[in-house]
């Protein structure tokens, strides 16, 4: 094993790279030695230097069927299902055109994206899969329902395939982040809100994108030849007080 390229010879797909945590672990990744595509939105393409790049909106379930063939012939031996919308409601005021939405993009993609990588990765003997959680994938607050039901259910998605993939060398887990500094978390939280949450974080400050990728990494990597359906929490310790 290389320690300083482990991912050499490797390609990896991290849906969701052009920005926040998903920039940050397709850099890391590619710093590790793979080749990386990442996903985006946008059509002009604003990855990170030196990846490839898809435009897809994973809204639309005609794109993410195409895109999820792509990917089977792509037959990438990492996979990090990153892109995450969402959008806090009062239960009473929940939309169900929001509902759904965050429903395709936070859980249907991932479980499609997985079907389309996971048989070649079995018949290779070697694959990860690390799919991006949250802290609201283990608890939830008012305003929360439709994004922690699509992040609770990625957990359960998360565990059930790793039991199937296990056996043949493949390991698949979450990594669910706390409060992250990321354009997402300045949007949906005011700086009211901001404040009062990190009074409830031990370490008493946001984590950076470059955190939660050095987990990633670790999970993605030679070294982890054990960690198998874990939802683990990179939050500071907040979902431990
Ligand atoms: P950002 O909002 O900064 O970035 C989101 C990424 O997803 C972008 O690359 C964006 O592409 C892509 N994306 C957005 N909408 C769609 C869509 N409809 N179809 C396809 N791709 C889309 O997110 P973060 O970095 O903050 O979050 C990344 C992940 O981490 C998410 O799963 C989120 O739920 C999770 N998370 C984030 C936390 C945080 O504190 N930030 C905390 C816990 C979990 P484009 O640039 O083209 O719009």
Same mark, same amino acid.
């Given at each position: 094993m290389n320690a300083v390229t482990p991912l050499a010879g490797r390609t990896a797909v991290v849906t969701g790279g052009t920005r926040g945590i998903g920039r940050a672990i397709a850099e890391r990744l590619r710093d590790d030695g793979a080749e990386v595509w990442v996903?985006?939105? /946008?059509?002009?393409?604003t990855e990170p230097d030196g990846a490839r790049y898809f435009a897809i909106d994973f809204t639309i379930n005609e794109a993410v069927e195409r895109f999820a063939s792509e990917l089977s012939n792509l037959a990438p031996?990492?996979? %990090?299902?990153?892109? $995450?919308?969402?959008? /806090? =409601?009062?239960? =009473?005021?929940?939309?169900f055109a929001d509902f759904d939405a965050?429903?395709?993009? /936070?859980?249907?993609?991932?479980?499609?994206?997985?079907?389309?990588?996971?048989?070649?990765?079995?018949?290779?003997?070697?694959?990860?899969?690390?799919?991006i959680g949250s802290i609201w994938s283990k608890l939830a607050r008012p305003g929360r329902a439709s994004y922690a039901a699509s992040k609770f259910g990625l957990n359960g998605v998360t565990t059930a395939a790793a039991s199937e993939a296990a056996a043949d060398g493949v390991m698949i887990n979450m990594v669910s982040p706390g409060?992250?500094?990321?354009?997402?978390?300045?949007?949906?939280? /005011?700086?009211?809100?901001?404040?009062?949450?990190?009074?409830? %974080?031990?370490?008493?400050?946001? $984590?950076?994108?470059?955190?939660? =990728?050095?987990l990633v990494a670790w999970l993605a990597g030679p070294e982890n030849t054990f960690v198998s359906g874990q939802n683990i929490a990179i939050d500071g310790g907040f979902t431990r007080v």
């Open positions: 996903t985006g939105t /946008n059509r002009d393409g031996d990492v996979l %990090v299902n990153n892109a $995450g919308i969402n959008r /806090n =409601a009062p239960f =009473a005021d929940i939309d965050i429903h395709r993009v /936070n859980l249907r993609t991932p479980l499609a994206l997985m079907q389309a990588v996971l048989p070649t990765m079995r018949k290779n003997g070697w694959g990860r899969v690390i799919n409060i992250i500094d990321t354009e997402l978390t300045r949007r949906t939280l /005011n700086a009211e809100r901001l404040k009062a949450i990190l009074a409830d %974080v031990p370490t008493g400050r946001l $984590g950076q994108p470059e955190e939660v =990728a050095a």
